[in-house]
């Protein structure tokens, strides 16, 4: 096979062979990257800091971790960058790595330059364009005395959140708990969960490998060399997507045609203003404020691509593409993605199944996995079925400012920003009864069906009897107004899905 052939030339069955003729990292490649790493590891933690006292303190190396492609086992040939995450003693928290990194880049790089003459190699300092934030990283390119080959590396100063790491285990909620409450920024401190990022994608199978390289070739190929003045997603989004497609589209199968992988992933790309993905691997729904967190970044615009290793970081938001997708539509119409079979191409949803939780007052829940696209009246034969319904479902949820919202049946989970576990409430009704919210003391809303011409004496009867206060201790509000017993709701203009406030005598006003 020609090594310069255009990936759109390669039939879709050669992929496999492209990928390792082509993009496979060699032998002499993979030495130059560890002989850069081991020469720049080397000066941070031999010369660099000794006998130094920077922002006022002796600073040691707790560790040095191999981040980027080189560190997830996804390297191009000849063309990845390396990553260094440089953990230092100076940070005891995320906001003294806010505080103090700046200073401690700056003195980093002076060293450095002042030190180059004296290595074994040829080193020089890549220096940020005038007008740029305050930097995160600093980068030098690296050059063997005994080759031509160079080297770039990025090295990221971060604090040490994880300690000692168990790839294994989820770090504990406090730590994303002090994430978020220190995050001004959205994935201000990824770098500190490097070891996590690069497990996540580390452990894939060699296969799915060569998949992310293929996707990340084509990205530097025909993406980023024609829009190189735009913000345009990072490598790591896409890795991210083609992971997905891998696990919904296979079942996390290690033996899969490349060809097909690479359809899933430019369908996934087409189709980005659909995409919202995360991972629980690391982080999960068991602390309330990464729950609120995770929550609030799934109700972003679309795309929405959730780092595993750090819920402030979408990966998705504020980038061209609509740029990215132009160019998957057009690769979709290439050799490489005609496969020979289309009927086995992979099913990708655009978004994980939502675990529902249906409650019935004095019934048991029931439980179901509901595609966020799919219509809100496709779930009801369900749970028709499971209570024995014959009157008219009225379906609603809770919103986390307290509000309950109707769940229209031509409407989405996605058409109210559910991309995850939800609980909603069922009430039957029978003509002509309409539903009404009751707002109670701790900001839970219940739904009652109630006939319009029935008195707030009868709406307080029904209150007592679902287990709230006695008829007697109960004031009514709607819209200001506290409603007498004796007027019906019709009376007071109190409509389907209206919310009236329930408040107790001699309590709290809310």
Sequence with gaps: ???????????????????????????????????????????????????????????????????????????????????????LSCFSSFRDQARLREDVIDFIKEKMDHCKRSLAYNLSLVWPR?????????????????????????????????????????????????LIASTRCPGEFSPCF??????????????????????????????????????????????????????????????????QGLVAVMELLRDHEDVCVYWTKYYDFQSEVVTKCIKQKLKEPRPVILDPADPTNNLGKGKRWDLVAKEAVRCLRQACCQTEDPSQSWEVQRARDVRVTVRKTGEYNLTLFVNPYSPVWKMKPMIKSHYGLTGQQRLSFQNPDGDRQLLSSQQTLADFGIFSKVSIRVLETFPPEIQIFVKELGGQNKPYAIDPDDSIWDLKMMIESAGGPLLEDQILKFQGRRLQNRRSLRDLQIEDCDTVTLLRKGGPWV
């Design 1 to 87: 096979m020609d090594p310069h052939q255009d990936l759109y030339e390669v039939p879709g069955d050669q992929l496999g062979a492209f990928v390792e003729q082509n993009l496979q990292p060699r032998g002499d490649w993979k030495e130059e990257v560890q002989d850069a790493k081991q020469r720049v590891e080397r000066f941070l933690r031999e010369q660099c800091f000794r006998d130094e006292l920077v922002v006022g303190q002796e600073v040691r190396v707790l560790k040095l971790v191999k981040g980027g492609s080189s560190g997830k086992g996804t390297t191009l040939n000849h063309c990845s960058d390396l990553d260094l995450v440089l953990f």
């Design 130 to 178: 005038e007008g740029t934030r305050a930097p995160r990283s600093f980068s030098c390119q690296v050059q063997s005395k005994k080759s031509s080959d160079v080297v770039r590396v990025d090295v990221l100063p971060a604090f040490d959140a994880l300690g000692p790491f168990c790839p294994d285990s989820k770090p504990s909620p406090e730590i994303y708990e002090d």
């Design 194 to 259: 490097t070891q996590l990022q690069r497990h996540f994608v580390k452990n894939c199978p060699a296969k799915l490998k060569d998949l992310l390289r293929l996707v990340k070739h084509w990205y530097k190929h025909y993406v980023k060399c024609k829009n190189r003045k735009v913000p345009l997603p990072s490598k790591y989004a896409l890795e991210l997507l083609t992971i997905y497609a891998w696990e919904m589209g296979t079942d996390k199968s290690d033996n899969f045609d490349m060809d």
